[in-house]
């Protein structure tokens, strides 16, 4: 924090018992309001796991299967897509090209975006490999797996989740971030500049879409863990299959890996502005969430030095 390579909040709990609960640096620089329990932060990529739990969900209630083709719900999909399961967009085995490392993807990142449009963005590219044959982060999938839910639910992404996961959970202070919306307790995203810190870039929100659109607090990332591995989200029987990595350590929307001998369930997020880290540790019922609005590693070495530590 003294090094400015730090401003946001910190949460460590084991089971009910939190162990630390406070906010570094500054919500807002320009009026000097520091980061607190209360601050709302973009999460970047940790959308991806709600991504997935959303998919869970329809399954469970009979609406689509993670072994369907894509091709099942869009008939009009590519040739390249024939063999393209909803399971390897999960796993980011899909072969699609992760759209936000096209050349052009910065001149996009401004635009208001619709799901369709997004797709169109990468419909037509080549694959990078077959399905199924290797791992490769995507944007491009998750964006996919959101089209999908909107498509078999009849709902937009934010209301599904909102109605599912959010409020169910009693998770009041998440949602899908927007650029025109006023909300409370919102931080302003930083980054390094030239001459110290400065405002980040502007990224219209609906493009990072079911991959990286969702803001939320420590202490409702805390909710979230309880309750997804509570079992208060999913049976036990999706839980496991979102919990089993398939290729390079990655399940459905999260990493799977063992650090100094324990099991951690975590994934991290980097957008304009933000980098955050939300980790969980299954023996121990131990969470470690580390919300950032400056751009940097930081979140991720500390969430992992806090595991350690707890």
Known sequence: VEKKQFMGA????????????KGYGFADLEWNIPDSPKTKFRLGSITKQ???????????????????LVKKYMPDAPAAWDKITI?????????IPSFTSFPDYHSLERIPA??????ALFRDKPLDFQPGEKWSYSNSGYVLLGYLIE???????????????????????????SNSAIIPDRAQGYTRGPDGLANAGYIN???????????????DLLRWEQGLFGGKVLSPESLKKMTTPFKDNYAFGLAVHTVNGRRVIDHGGG??????MLAYYPEEKLTVAVLGNLNGQ?????AQDLGALA
Do not use: C
């Open 10 to 21: 910190v949460l460590v709990s084991r089971g009910n018992d939190i162990l630390l609960d």
């Open 50 to 68: 709600f991504t997935a739990a959303a998919i869970l969900l329809l399954q469970e209630r009979g609406k689509l299967k993670v072994t369907d």
């Open 87 to 95: 399971f390897n967009l999960l796993t980011h085995t899909s072969g």
């Open 114 to 119: 619709t799901p369709q449009k997004l797709v």
């Open 151 to 177: 498509k078999i639910s009849g709902e937009s992404y934010a209301k599904f989740l909102e109605d599912n996961i959010f409020k169910p959970l009693g998770m009041k202070d998440s949602g899908y971030d």
């Open 205 to 219: 929100m609906t493009v990072p879409f079911s991959a990286g659109g969702l803001y939320s607090t420590t202490g």
């Open 271 to 276: 957008i304009e502005g933000f980098n955050t």
């Open 298 to 302: 930081a979140p991720q070495e500390i």
